[in-house]
Each structure stands twice: as structure tokens, then as C-alpha cells.
């Protein structure tokens, strides 16, 4: 049995002016999985995604990443297990150059002299960024910087990688670059989306969340092909677009629970729950 990465149970929370914005989530991601949140605008998704290295609190449900319940005293190793990339790379980009920004979540860390550099210098080869350590971030162009984002991240060597939109603001290459990137990475993935070819393409299991709750859960392919679900949900896939006629991707594994045991009593969630 494997203990999830995230295990996300009865999640609630309203903000401070009323609004509900989630109801009793629940959300297991295990070890290895490439997982796609999905959902339309308003849905919770970044509420949910705010949860899960504690910049928001729970109002309810419980939170854990690798076993390690989200408390204070778990925080900062949480954090660091944790790693959201957002969804503008300008949010996380901040020093004089590629490599100082890649350094800083190591080095508080305690990091120094030759296993920082080696640690910085493993990200930025993992996202093919090795040759502009040196250069300014602003230098250089949106995908690059966004790539430079993902590797800021991966130098904490995270449980889990989180993804805020990654394919916005990307031309097609670069679009086709990140995944490369990502399907060469051995981490554990959750990739908030509303590029939902991208999702298909990348994610076996995908989770649709809706008025701020977990409406369902299965494989990518299954729920894209699901007209009812789409269209109850206000997920829509771009023109032209016929996951029927791009072929089944890599199957999704079984669904399992926060116990690491395959659920074979889970199903999809009726329409209005």
C-alpha cells in the first residue's frame, strides 16, 4: 500500500466575506500519478489548490501531504515537499539572474557550496535551461521564464509538482516543449487546467470540481467523452477537437483511497451532486 502524496479529505472553506467555496472535497493522489484537475471558472480550483501547502486554512476536512498532517509544525516541510509553479512565471522569478533564482528555495534550505550548485544545476538540465543560468530571467521569452518557474520548483526536489494553467500565454512549441519536459519528469503531478486536449494528453485521471465539489473522478478520456458531464459542468473542448477520433492515450490506473487500496465500489457522481 502506498501512502498518497495528497490526501484531501472533507476539505470546506468560505472566505471572510461568506463565500462558500468548497464543500467537503476529497482528493487521493498517489505516488507517480499525473492528475488533471479540471473545472470551470469559479469552481474552486485555486481555493483547493491554496489548501495544499497551507497558504489557506482549513474550515473543515483535513489535509496531508505524505502522511504529514497540515499543521504548523508540519509547515515548512510541507512547502518544501510541495511544489506550485503559478501561473505567471514572473510571480517566482525575482533575482538578477536564472541560476540565483533556481538557488534561492535551496539555499534557505540551508543549502551551500557544491551540492547547491549541483542542485541547481540537475533542475535547470531537467527543464533544458542548463545553457542560461547566467542570463537575466527578463531576458528571456514567456515559455522560457515559465520553464525556469518549473525549475525553481523542482531544485526543492518536491513530492508532488502542482501546476496553475501551464500551457497559458504558450505558442504551440513551447506548448509541446513543456510537455515533453513533464512526461520526462519522475514526480508525482496535479495540473489545474482548462486546456483540456492538454489535460488528455498528459493526464490519465482527471478530477472534475464544480461549485465546490469533487463532481468526478476517473479517466481523462472517459469523462472528456462524457457529453452530460461536459455539458452540466461548462467544460467545453475547443473546435474541432474529437477526443474519439485522436485515440485512447495510456490508460488511467485504478482509482484507489487514501489507503493506497484499489476502490472498486467508486463510481462517478450522478449529474447535480
Not at 519528469?185 to 496535479?190: S, W
Request: proline share 8%; net charge negative.
Amino acid at each position: 500500500m502506498s501512502t498518497p502524496v495528497l490526501d484531501v479529505r472533507g476539505l470546506a472553506y468560505a472566505y471572510p466575506d461568506g463565500h462558500q467555496a468548497l464543500y467537503g472535497v476529497d482528493l487521493h493522489v498517489h505516488p507517480g500519478e499525473r492528475v488533471a484537475l479540471l473545472g470551470p471558472n469559479g469552481a474552486g480550483k485555486t481555493t483547493l489548490v491554496l489548501h495544499l501547502n497551507g497558504i489557506l486554512e482549513a474550515g473543515a476536512g483535513s489535509v496531508r501531504v505524505s502522511g504529514l498532517e497540515m499543521t504548523k509544525r508540519n509547515l515548512a516541510d510541507i512547502r518544501r515537499r510541495v511544489g506550485i509553479v503559478f501561473q505567471d512565471p514572473d510571480d517566482q522569478l525575482f533575482m538578477g539572474t536564472v541560476g540565483a533564482d533556481v538557488a534561492f528555495g535551496p539555499s534557505n534550505l540551508g543549502l551551500r557550496g557544491a551540492a547547491l550548485d549541483a542542485r541547481v544545476t540537475a533542475a535547470l538540465e531537467q527543464v533544458g535551461m542548463a545553457e542560461y543560468a547566467d542570463r537575466p530571467p527578463h531576458h528571456l521569452s514567456f515559455g522560457q521564464r515559465r520553464r525556469v518557474a518549473v525549475a525553481t520548483v523542482l531544485a526543492m526536489e518536491p513530492d508532488i509538482l502542482v501546476l496553475d494553467e501551464p500551457t497559458a500565454n504558450l505558442d504551440p512549441a513551447s506548448r509541446r516543449e513543456l510537455a515533453d519536459i513533464l512526461r520526462s519528469l519522475d514526480v508525482t503531478v496535479l495540473m489545474v487546467t482548462h486546456d483540456l486536449p492538454y489535460a488528455l494528453e498528459l493526464c490519465p485521471r482527471s478530477v472534475v470540481l464544480s461549485d465546490g465539489s469533487v463532481v468526478a473522478d476517473g479517466a481523462t478520456y472517459d469523462l472528456l467523452t462524457d457529453t452530460e458531464l461536459m455539458r452540466a459542468h461548462r467544460l467545453e473542448l475547443p473546435w474541432g477537437f474529437d477526443p474519439r477520433t485522436t485515440g485512447r492515450p495510456e490508460p488511467a490506473p485504478p482509482r484507489r483511497g487514501p489507503d493506497g487500496l484499489v476502490d472498486s465500489t467508486a463510481t462517478r457522481p450522478s449529474q447535480g451532486d
